[in-house]
Nanobody
């Protein structure tokens, strides 16, 4: 079983930056593909960014390319989402997700590929 705990959300003005963290429990983190998703009020959950188990492969939603960067530190069992140039439309609850830790070599963009989810952290960008 993997438990994921997100942190780093908050209120920021448009153009500002935030860094989200997702701390994972369990020994399988280093072999798990990880992803970030978000859900705005009244909208479906959407893919934001993903990273392979090794960190060598990443993927981003078009809406965040060039502004968000996903990274991981397997020694700390933590995945990060650095967000810059934030926009009001980035306002959402951000969720961290992990797959079943099978050394999948690519970043995974589909929510159905993930088996474990965190509780989410709120990001609010004011205009």
């Amino acid at each position: 079983q993997v438990q994921l705990v997100e942190s780093g959300g908050g209120l920021v003005q448009a153009g500002g930056s935030l860094r989200l963290s997702c701390a994972a429990s369990g020994r399988t983190f280093s072999s798990a593909a990880m992803g970030w998703f978000r859900q705005a009020p009244g909208k479906a959950r959407e893919f934001v960014a993903a990273i392979s188990w090794s960190g060598g492969n990443t993927d981003y939603a078009d809406s965040v390319k060039g502004r968000f960067t996903i990274s991981r530190d397997n020694a700390k069992n933590t995945v990060y989402l650095q967000m810059i140039s934030l926009k009001p439309e980035d306002t959402a609850v951000y969720y961290c997700a992990a797959d079943r830790a099978g050394y999948y070599p690519y970043a995974r963009a589909s929510a159905s590929d993930y088996d474990y989810w965190g509780q989410g952290t709120q990001v609010t960008v004011s205009s």
